[in-house]
């Protein structure tokens, strides 16, 4: 026996030198299989949950008819094993002989060939708890000794604490590997979820990411790879909104969900309550997620205390699931994640505003350049004008030319001094005091006659001809011409009518003017209400800066602008704005 320990000793150093979980399970089996004589046998890990997450088998196939039992024969061993059940050693010695334990049953109907003799052990971690169970089974009539169940006992007992180390070893691996891959200039998404799936063993992994400029949080597929519940030709479609199938739970409840079975309802029940159990959707159809998937892993992206995306692992082979050191280590991987889109984002940012700032350059130039060519043009206009004799310009036809003249001088100012104000529309406001709203707005309206009336558009206004303003009357005349500009362009399919109105309104002592821009045209979504007033969003081609400079010029007049909502046709802009000019 002493001989036996020894060599026993050398076997357990040798599989102690194994770093990766495969190689070491493989490794127990080959020299427990030649140390003791046996002819196969099989090693199990299992989790927190007597949950079997890896299964190693040697010199005996399973047998699998999935129309006669649920569940995996492994998943079986935890439950109704006496190993678990009474925590003690198993030994069978002649599965031919009147034994009808639970445990006989499993080892006799789901190996084949049948063993004659079976050993099978418990494994303890390092703090007593049972690790998985390692078995070693002989065809022949071979019997099994005390002594073989003893050194069994042990190798059981000095490997368990092994597999423990192994599996926070890989853990940490798994995180090193993807926060230094997160780290490269060139990363891609497809490439992410490719090494994901791999170094988890997975047979899927998508990333679905929330869609900002859809308000009812959608989540839509960024990236995916292998067996993942949809077909190949939808992923580009692919999305779940808020609350729907699970990656869209796993996005409003702000969690990592682990499912063992996809099939057990009572367990998705008690993991995910309320889940409504939908598939991600292609355009207006819904799938439902595959049979083939077995095990579910997911985790949300969180930035900022909000819910940004979900990165989701997929298994399809039974008895071999997700684990808690999985789950650990993918909660750390999808705070990298969520920090490497935050880290684009902003890099995203930095480079637009410096595109931007070199835009604003040009534009300066090109606006001091214009500025200089058209004040020598307006110049000479007005010579020509004042040159003109007066029963010329008093002619009919002669009278609208010149008048049109005029409107061109001041609209084409007025689109300088537009074109100017970009890169510093919050700059500082020069204020007139008593400006005559009704007339500033006219003056608007005059510079659209000829397109007006080319569109066959009408134009109606309701101001009081007495209501005054205290305003930078350059500034608010920028924001009169882009609400009047974007209504003309907004109607050139729908709607005939543009109605400008104002009236006062008293507030927390305050009076306020209250102006609002209408037309007949198409409604704004209502989705978009807000975001059409941020810097680049547009919902037609442009530059997506006009309403966020009317938004900071009103604010910077203690005022507010917004879309008010309308239901099928029409858009009505509300400007809010002291009638007296608050420091």
Request: net charge neutral; hydrophobic share 35%.
């Amino acid at each position: 026996m002493d001989l036996r320990l020894k060599e026993l000793n050398k076997i357990i150093s040798l599989i102690r030198k194994n770093t990766k979980l495969n190689a070491l399970l493989t490794s127990m089996i080959d020299h427990c299989c030649e140390f003791l004589g046996g002819d196969g046998g099989f090693v199990l890990v299992i989790d927190d949950e007597q949950k079997v997450i890896k299964f190693e088998l040697k010199g005996m196939n399973l047998i699998i008819n999935k129309t006669k039992y649920e569940h995996h024969p492994i998943d079986m061993i935890p439950k109704k094993c006496e190993l678990f059940t009474k925590k003690t050693d198993y030994y069978l010695q002649n599965t031919l002989s009147d034994n009808d334990s639970t445990t006989k049953s499993i080892f006799t109907t789901y190996f084949d060939p049948k063993p004659f003799s079976v050993i099978a052990v418990p494994m303890y971690d390092g703090k007593s708890s049972i690790i998985g169970v390692l078995s070693i089974t002989s065809v022949k009539e071979y019997q099994f000794s005390e002594d073989h169940i003893s050194l069994l006992k042990i190798l059981g007992e000095q490997t368990g604490a092994t597999i423990e180390k192994v599996l926070i070893i890989d853990e940490i691996d798994k995180i090193a590997d993807i926060s230094q891959y997160l780290l490269n200039y060139d990363f891609s998404y497809d490439i992410l979820v490719n090494k994901i799936k791999d170094i988890y063993e997975a047979q899927g992994c998508s990333i679905f990411l929330k869609n900002e400029k859809d308000k009812r949080r959608v989540y839509v597929l960024k990236a995916t790879t292998g067996v993942d519940g949809f077909d190949k030709d939808q992923y580009d479609d692919a999305f779940y909104e808020d609350g729907e199938g699970l990656t869209g739970y796993i996005a409003k409840e702000f969690k990592c969900l682990r499912i063992y079975n996809l099939a057990n309802r009572e367990e998705i029940a008690l993991k995910a309550p309320g889940l409504q159990r939908t598939g991600p959707k292609i355009k207006e159809n819904e799938l439902f997620i595959g049979d083939k998937i077995h095990s579910f892993l997911g985790c949300c992206l969180i930035s900022s205390g909000d819910a940004i995306g979900v990165i989701r692992l997929t298994k399809t082979e039974p008895a071999n699931y997700f684990s808690g050191h999985d789950e650990r280590s993918i909660e750390i991987i999808a705070r990298y994640i969520a920090q490497r889109l935050r880290l684009d984002e902003q890099l995203a940012q930095l480079e637009a505003e410096k595109e931007l700032n070199f835009l604003n350059q040009q534009i300066l130039q090109f606006a001091h350049d214009a500025n200089q060519t058209f004040g020598g043009l307006t110049d000479y206009l007005r010579t020509v004008i004042d040159w003109v004799p007066k029963q010329v310009k008093q002619a009919p036809g002669n009278k609208n030319f010149l008048d049109e003249v005029m409107n061109l001088k001041n609209l084409t100012k007025l689109y300088i001094s537009k074109l100017s104000a970009i890169p510093y529309y919050s700059s500082e406001l020069h204020i007139e005091r008593n400006v005559k709203l009704k007339q500033l707005v006219e003056e608007i309206i005059s510079m659209f006659s000829r397109k007006l009336m080319k569109e066959g558009i009408t134009c109606n206004l309701s101001i009081p001809k007495d209501m005054t303003l205290d305003c930078d009357t350059d500034k608010i005349q920028q924001v009169f011409l882009n609400l009047l500009a974007n209504s003309v362009k907004a109607m050139e399919k729908l709607g005939k009518t543009i109605t400008i109105r104002a009236n006062q309104k008293l507030d927390d002592e305050v009076t306020y003017l209250v102006i609002e821009f209408e037309n007949d045209g198409p409604a704004i979504p209502d989705e978009y209400r807000d975001k059409i007033f941020e810097k680049h969003f547009s919902l037609r081609r442009g530059t997506g800066l006009g309403l966020a400079i009317a938004k900071s010029i009103i604010e910077a007049h203690k005022g507010k602008i917004k879309a008010l909502f309308r239901l099928k046709t029409g858009a009505c802009f509300e400007i809010t704005i002291p009638q007296k000019y608050l420091k």
